[in-house]
């Protein structure tokens, strides 16, 4: 187990590298951000000032090493656009997308595993039905243009809930969120449910498919032929075993959030990292994109990491699989 | 069972829903090839565009601009005659201190009688503060009137700057107009057109190159197969929207970039999928025969194990033309994706965003539903198939 | 002979598909005495599973019990409430399934899968529930019981797993045990071991046993009576010497003449021709008809009931001399 543990942390960790590195040369080929950002009457010394004060003069594999070294002390450099660290901007940021990526989390689960349950366990029921259309909608509209309707919907047709922003804040136990004041979570209920949309609905889907799977297996005919009351069979046998492929769904679904903040972010114009990321693509704020777009990688090897780890704790058949592999 | 097309083709008939699905795909791949030709008018033709049709909504008719006509009369001996092309304005005496001046026809949007004699007004004008012009909207009838106190001069000129109103035509834009005047019917049919050929062409490349190395990473196996098998859950361990971004921040934007960085997203899919259908044929005996008769390797893929994994592969090939689309509308939404000139379906929307809260909602309702429709039809349809595939289904 | 304490009569249970009605059980009837083994015999789709479910009352939608009566200790069971029902089930009738790697849940602990087939029946304490599992898994012999508790079911071979199920059955105490093919996907020494278990535990506790399966050769060894079922319907019912010995229906010796244990070494094994009929489509007479060389016209019309003796019965026009 702990060699399993050792081993799965060093692959990510080369994984990391690999990824900063692909990261950093691929946005070093876009071309010289100086140029974007200097008056078009600078001369060509004030040009080679710019670089110099931004590092840009040296060789590309030594810039890579400072990157590095640097990163690994936890600075990113500053921004070419902000001219403050990287590092600060995102720590700013992270808190909005991190609550819209939570509350559309919870809602995902809260929503999609009951739902999916109830169309499996009833397929041919009005309700199933009604379930099946929903998330077969939910997976196939595109999320920018599902959020749109969704403020022409509550937010000019019938001007129930506000558009943009995160609403006010407060600080409670020494963290400060827009999730503590009514006017915050007015302002993050329709973009976390538009984000969670798509999620909740391969959710569903995925449920379901696993829930009428399970419910033709024997073992949880055996269990209603022990007497087993029905909800208890529900939960304990075809519940915790369709977990075991909702793990890796939902462990990939939730990093997706994080990803697919960056289009509802920018719909509702909600301040995070996703709405940042695209500004920074916009204008070439490479320390700014090599910073996300690793933070986020960072993130998804995480989470892949603890998805194995569920999945061995949930599913005993996978401990003798992985015990295998890592010994 | 039901081998063959003839059985195959019988039993996707059995799923209305697979039908429909499978007659809207095709409708949408009809829509995509012959657009040029069933579209209303050539969105991409700039010269046709014009600003008077700017953000019609359903329904409204093309307008013909209206044009100015500046024209010079001079009277002699009570007789007024136009100096040029009257193009419709004329001006006629109504006795001794009264001159009529307009178009008979009507539909003007404006006259404007500049330089007339001392005494002389316009009635119901609103005159210049310091030019001697008097400017009347919307004449009525078209007509105004130059009246005087005294009798008008025998011999004088004037100037008339007169502006038509626009008038419509016949052509109907049957789902508005965009900012720039762009007749959205056609604006949709050519981004179908787009988001069908980014689509096909994406996917399509995703699924020959993903397929080669997977099957190439099943029969070869060892260092091979783990180092595309690494590369294949690399690149599972992200979300396509952020490989996508991650592209195209760095390559820019363009039609091939959004082709190549959908490619680089679903290649893996392929080469994960042919590799285990692969493996598992691999396994069986005919392949162990065909070994024995120290057939090709290549022969052996092709011939043998290939055509067994085919299915599926549609399968995948028909569902990822749907992602394709999806992600490429997401990314052009985002303003990585396409160039302006030629607007995808995301695109549209993109650009119809700024208009949903002045409620001009066609703008983006439209290519929206289109989008939507086309991809659940191409779900279904991967669905469909996918059910026809799968032995366990079929009692 | 003792009294019988279960009683199935005129057993209907049909299936309302999209393609139409399959009428999987017609008309079935049958009893059980304390401490007797009923065998049912048929090839797959003959209806004897779903009969067994019927009893059980776990007929999935589109099924449905159309009519007929089952009695249990003179209590009917068809009228009983899904939770009265729940009662029964694991309580007073226990189950056996066919394929004992499918069985048991595969993320839960022997233990647990134990312990919940007796705590939704009664109150009782952990203490009492480890008690009594290790006991019953003694009683199905099971070597060291208390450390195979805490095992998962991957953990256990197929004979150990279908041991753990049938201690599982017997743990409350039933008074009969319905088994769907128990020995099925076992080895045949397996087998011959489960099997012996069984007897053993019907002979000790004096508990009925409804035994399903398509092999004539197990129920020789193991049945009291046999019935033979096919497309759903009754074709022969009689204690085993009766339908081994002197089997009257074509369709029983074209069943027991494809066995292979029964037949002289080198000579061809002999198969039924044709196939079943579609449940969808069958009439009034004698759904064997299309298949039976021996059947004439008012086979395809009518079906009658012969008596051979008090126990012996054959639905059969044309039933072969003794």
Redesign the interface.
Known sequence: MISFVLRRLFQSLV?VL?LSLV?FV??W??GNPVDVMISSEATEADRLAAMHSLGLDKPLWEQYLIFLSNAAHGDWGASFVYKVPVTDILMQRLPASLELAGVAFVLAIVISIPAGLYAGLRP?SPIARFIMTFS??G???????QG??L??AFG?ALPILPVGDRGQLATHFGVTTSLFTLDGWRHVIMPAFSLCLLKMSLLMRVTRAATVEISK???V??????????W?VVI??IL??AL?PLITVIG?EM??LL??G??TE??FSWPGLGQL??NS??VLDRPM?VAQ?TY??LL??FI?FVVDILHMT????MK?VMGRRGA | MNRGFVGFARRFAESPVGVASLVVTLFFIFCALFAPWISPTDPYDLSKLQLTDALKPVGAHKMVPGEEIRLDFAVTGGKASAQGDARGISAEPCGDNCLTVGMKSGGLASLQIRNLPKGATVEGATKHPIQPWWTVANPKDGMVKITSADPLPRDFNFSVVAKTADHPTDFVFRLGTDAFGRDMLSAILYGIRISVFVGIVAAGTALVIGTGLGLLAAWRGGVTDAIIMRAVDFMLGFPSILVGLAILAVLGSGVSKVVLAIVIVQWSYYARTSRALAMSELGKEYVEAARCLRLPAWRIMVRHVLPNCLPQIIVLFTLNIAAAIALESSLSFLGVGLPLTQPSLGMLIANGYQYIFSRQYWLSLYPGIVLLVMIIAMNLLGDRLRDLNNPRLDN | MTEAFFKVEGLNTWFFTRAGVIKSVRDVSFDLRPGEVLGIAGESGSGKSVTGMSIMGQIDEPGKIVSGSIRLNGEELTALSFEQMRRVRGKRIAMVFQNPLMTLNPVMRVRDQMYEAIGEHEHASHAEMRERSIEALRAVGIPSPEERLAAYPHELSGGMRQRVVIATALLNGPDMIIADEPTTALDVTIQAQIIYQMRRQIDERGLGMIWITHDLATLSELADRIMVMYAGARMEIGTTAEIIGTPRHPYTRKLLESVPSRNVPGQKLRQIQGSMPSLLMLGEGCPFASRCERATDICRHTLIEQEFSPTHRVWCHHPHEA
């Open positions: 994984v690999l990261l691929g946005i080929l876009i041919n077969l909608v997976v196939s509209i595109p999320t920018f243009w749109m309707l403020i022409v000019i297996l024997d073992y005919k055996f269990a209603y032929a022990k007497g087993v009351r029905t208890k304990g046998h915790r075993n075991v990939i990093g997706n990803a697919y960056v289009i920018t719909v990321l695209i693509i916009k994109i777009l986020t990688a998804f090897i892949n949930i599913d005993p058949r003798a």
